[in-house]
């Protein structure tokens, strides 16, 4: 965003606006610490901010400061609706694209709202009046914090919003060791632990909060890994049956795609989870280096992301979408064979 651009937006924000602030559908940790932080920092500057996810999201984020106040599209359709219809700013966080939005999509689509995108995937779509698009950065909650601060609003900082985006930099940074770590996200994050983020409480609540069939079905993913070394290859797979055997809960496989990549010698590790409800395979994909699954998914699964976390999606079943998978590793051996 260019100082002239900025400068009006910054003009939009002197006087009280209806505002709602919306992440990706399925929303994780940085999607969900970004909006509740922004949330938090538009109250405080008098706004009648709202957030609205277009569905729900994991127990593990079920205790950051304001989550109780997030209205889902879902199960509050109506209400969801007339809030999507009466705003007057919508801010659009950790996506670049409406249909990352699922449902809600056509509501943005025709919304004659102004928009503001602050996102860090790749490739970012254009509806927006004000776009901060930054793929070097570790997280969307480091990005609001660097438009608070470029607001002057530093002062503004309360434990509350510190809270909520040292979650989505953790979570995004895999705790903080991916390369999008760098210097000024550990400093941000320092001046976030002295605006009142408790760190161990924080890790705590979203990383020790296993069920014991969670576990278990981690232990059944473990089983399901296979290794290709020729391509240098992990991949997971999960069916519906083994996901209702362990009462499965959204955010249960939520790491489980690292389990292969931590295989020494891998670079390119993916999980296929069979979702029977959408008819789809979810897939994520993760690699090490410059092999760039963001690449790979848009080419081949309809999805996207960042250059090493991407996901995507497939409509044939789950042992034809593995087998698909495996077909289309001999045109990338340039880059996969060690
Ligand atoms: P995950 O594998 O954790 O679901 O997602 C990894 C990254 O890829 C995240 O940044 C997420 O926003 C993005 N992503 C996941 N699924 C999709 C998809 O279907 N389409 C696009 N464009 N991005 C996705
Ligand atoms: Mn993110």
């Not at 941000?188 to 983020?197: F, K």
């Not at 389990?259 to 090490?288: P, Y």
Request: hydrophobic share 35%; with cysteine; charged share 20%.
């Amino acid at each position: 965003m260019d100082s002239t651009a900025f400068n009006a937006l910054k003009e939009e924000l002197t006087t009280p606006k209806k505002i709602v602030i919306i992440p990706h559908k399925n929303p994780d940790g940085d999607a969900i610490g970004s909006t509740l932080g922004l949330y938090h920092f538009l109250k405080g500057l008098g706004h009648a901010a709202v957030v609205i996810t277009p569905n729900d999201y994991p127990n593990f984020l079920k205790w950051i400061p304001g989550e109780k106040e997030i209205i889902k599209y879902d199960t509050q359709t109506q209400l969801a609706t007339a809030t999507i219809e009466a705003a007057e700013l919508i801010f659009t966080l950790d996506f670049n694209h409406f249909s990352r939005v699922g449902h809600v999509e056509p509501l943005l689509a025709k919304s004659t709202a102004t928009f503001v995108m602050i996102d860090h995937h790749q490739q970012p779509d254009t509806y927006a009046a004000y776009t901060y698009s930054d793929t070097s950065m570790s997280s969307t909650c480091q990005m609001v914090y660097h438009f608070i601060e470029r607001l002057d609003a530093l002062d503004a900082i309360s434990a509350d919003i510190a809270t909520c985006l040292y979650v989505g930099i953790m979570t995004d940074t895999g705790s903080f060791r991916f390369r999008s770590t760098t210097q000024v996200t550990h400093r941000v994050l320092a001046h976030l632990i002295e605006c009142g983020a408790d760190n161990t409480t924080i890790h705590e609540n979203v990383y020790d909060a296993n069920s014991y069939s969670r576990l278990q079905l981690q232990g059944v993913a473990l089983k399901n890994l296979k290794i290709i070394p020729e391509y240098r290859t992990a991949y997971i797979t999960l069916s519906q049956k083994e996901l209702d055997d362990h009462s499965f809960k959204k955010g249960d496989t939520e790491g489980f795609v690292n389990l292969g990549l931590s295989v020494s010698g891998i670079i390119f590790a993916a999980i296929f989870i069979e979702n029977k409800g959408d008819k789809i395979i979810k897939i994520s994909l993760r690699s090490k280096g410059d092999f760039s699954v963001n690449e790979f998914s848009r080419n081949h699964f309809s999805g996207g992301g960042h250059h090493n976390a991407a996901g995507g999606k497939s409509e044939v079943s789950l042992d034809d979408t593995v087998e698909k998978f495996i077909s289309i590793l001999p045109s990338y051996k340039n880059a996969l064979h060690p």
